[in-house]
């Protein structure tokens, strides 16, 4: 054999030592990114699932209203009960906060999903 055979011989045991470090480095990267990725994918949609009810109308005060609508007709008070909103619900507007902090917890929840996707394509390449 010549210097140049013996050289990328030598090359390519070197190469495949570093190559096979790198990936099995990595692939356990990876597996921590998944792992975390889908912990904090859980946690995000139990809190999106909580913040739920805040955008939109409580149903307690619509039967509130509907039940006062009622007593108000049964006492004969028919003016009274004109003046009362029939559904609370139609004048509901989420607050501003409230939109903000489920767009932040939605793009949270989005990104995180992103990176267990990428991991999973990462893992399978």
Do not use: C
Request: proline share 3%.
């Amino acid at each position: 054999k010549d210097k140049h055979s013996r050289f990328w011989g030598l090359y390519k045991r070197v190469a495949e030592e570093h190559d096979d470090e790198f990936l099995e480095r990595y692939n356990s990267d990876m597996d921590i990114v998944l792992v975390f990725s889908g912990l904090f994918s859980a946690v995000s949609t139990t809190f999106i699932v909580a913040m739920e009810s805040s955008l939109s109308p409580d149903p307690n005060d619509t039967t509130h209203a509907l039940l006062t609508q009622l007593v108000q007709i049964g006492l004969g008070n028919f003016t009274a009960a004109g003046s009362t909103a029939a559904t609370p619900a139609s004048t509901f507007s989420p607050s501003t906060a409230n939109i903000r902090i489920q767009s932040i917890a939605y793009a949270s929840l989005s990104f995180s999903l992103l990176a267990a996707f990428g991991a999973v394509l990462g893992k399978q390449w």
